[in-house]
């Protein structure tokens, strides 16, 4: 098996090239730089050299960024797997509007594919009126670059209203507050957002699904939930980086009510987990149909059991269990 993966900002790439390489793939690197990727590959133009260096290739990961979705046609053109690991919404939209020939696969970022584990496993586990919403906490610790561009990416999310998937009724991102019992132990109130995902799990699970967010401190919280008002604030950029320390938090729960099902995840930083999701799912989508996938929907938690800076535990009736 070849996989081409196109290489970009961050070190997830390189992260992913070299699991794949240790599971006994060939991974080869391409971008730009001909002195720093075995593969000199421009996604800019009619792309023509991807077509020839993806048809050496079984599947095509793409971290470069570019939001193209020639990128995607150009690897299934040339018979190889796509998997795209970019969280732009109207870039997402428009790969779901390919009729692929081969399997394409989305929805790469780390805490949303662990936020859909987590509630699928909820409410695996949950017994309770299905009508009881599974609500998902997230903390995102800023210190680490791929959990500030998960902040970065909500930016959008500013002065905008979404539809509660459990009561029908708009609410404005950044307001709404639910308490959660942390992993850490802490309790936080965190804010309810219009996360990548809870519309699509709320359809899977037959019950419905929302998401609250914070950030690690309480200082940067205030400040998100204090500027969901102000105009412009949806123009901020994804790169303004708000200070914090890394760690993340991830708790699903079968509704606030006190010995709810709840599972939770944990980590100080994002990238050495994401390589290892993203390198399951590079393997398995040569196998898959012809068509689009969800990078979440080929793993279960066992996946992610004793993987090392993963914390993963689930509790019932008050008796945590790890």
Known sequence: MRAL?????????????????????????????????????????????????????????????????????????????????????????????????????????????????LARDVAAHDSADPAVPVEIGIVLGAGDPESAADLGATYALFGRSFTDPATGEAVLNFSGRREFTLPDGRRRHLAQVDWPDQQVLTAALGRPVRTYLATGDRFSTTLLRGVKRVPGAARLPSALHLPGRPGWQVVAQAGPAPGAVRSWAAGRYQTPCAAHILTIATRRAPTLEPGLHRVGDLLTLSDLSGLEGLALGRSALGVPQS
């Open 5 to 117: 993966i196109l290489d970009g900002p961050g070190d997830l790439g390189r992260a992913t090239a070299a699991e794949l390489g240790a599971a006994g793939v060939e991974a080869v690197l391409a971008g730009r730089d001909p002195g720093r990727y075995e593969q000199m590959l421009d996604l800019r133009g009619d792309l023509s050299d991807l077509y020839r260096a993806a048809a050496q290739a079984t599947v095509v990961v793409n971290f470069s960024g570019v939001p193209d979705v020639r990128l995607a046609e150009r690897a299934g053109a040339a018979n190889a797997a796509f998997v795209e690991t970019g969280s732009d919404a109207g870039y997402l939209s428009e790969l779901a509007g390919l009729h692929p020939r081969t399997p394409v696969l989305t929805g790469g970022r780390l805490l949303p594919v662990l936020a859909g584990m």
